[in-house]
Structure formats: structure tokens, C-alpha cells
């Protein structure tokens, strides 16, 4: 079993930068490929990037691409999120999720965390 908590969500005006964490415990994330997803009030929750085992490989969903930034820490046991020039329209509850391959679809992910909220003002 791996348990993930994610940290680091806030309030921030348009245009600001926050750091995502997620921190796993119960077993290494050293084997799984790690993802972050987004829920808005009212909507499905969607993709926002992914990392594969290693860290070699990122993808990222269109709406964050250059804006975003997905890395990982083997020896933090971690995975982190840098979100920049954030817009209102990234204001969600931001999910880590762990599985065995790297995908943009919630369901092939095993492992999930609470979520943080973030909120972007305008």
C-alpha cells in the first residue's frame, strides 16, 4: 500500500507561482510512475501531468503545458508540481495519484491522495 499526501495549495492572485507536494509513505514511489490531477467545482477530474519511474519522461495536459512543471525526488520519496503564471481557470483540488504506468486517465492510477485546494484570484 502507498499512502500520499499532498501540500502546498493556497490562495494566490493571477499571474503567482505555488509549489505542489506529495509525500508517500508505506513503500518507495521508486517503481511507479507518479500523476497529478484536477477537480473544479461542478466538473470531472482531469489530467494535468505525469511523471514516468525515473523521472526521464513528462507529459502535461495542454491547458498547464509551459506553465507547469512535474519532477520527482527519489531520496524525499516526493513528487512535486511548480505551477507559474497561474489563471483563475487553474483554481481545483489537486490530486497526486501512483500506478504502474504512466497515462492522462485517472482510472489507471491505484494509489491517491486527499488533494489540496488552490484557489486563483483574479
Do not use: H
Request: hydrophobic fraction near 35%; aromatic fraction near 12%; charge should be neutral.
Amino acid at each position: 500500500q502507498v499512502q500520499l499526501v499532498e501540500s502546498g495549495g493556497g490562495l494566490v492572485q493571477a499571474g503567482g507561482s505555488l509549489r505542489l507536494s506529495c509525500a508517500a509513505s508505506g513503500r518507495t514511489l521508486g517503481s511507479y510512475a507518479m500523476g497529478w490531477f484536477r477537480q473544479a467545482p461542478g466538473k470531472e477530474r482531469e489530467f494535468v501531468a505525469a511523471i514516468n519511474w525515473n523521472g526521464g519522461k513528462t507529459y502535461y495536459a495542454d491547458s498547464v503545458k509551459g506553465r507547469f512543471t512535474i519532477s520527482r525526488d527519489s531520496a524525499q520519496n516526493s513528487v512535486y508540481l511548480q505551477m507559474n503564471s497561474l489563471k483563475p481557470e487553474d483554481t481545483a483540488l489537486y490530486y497526486c495519484a501512483a500506478g504502474s504506468n504512466v497515462a492522462d486517465t485517472a482510472p489507471l492510477y491505484d494509489y491517491w491522495g486527499q488533494g489540496t485546494p488552490v484557489t486563483v484570484s483574479s
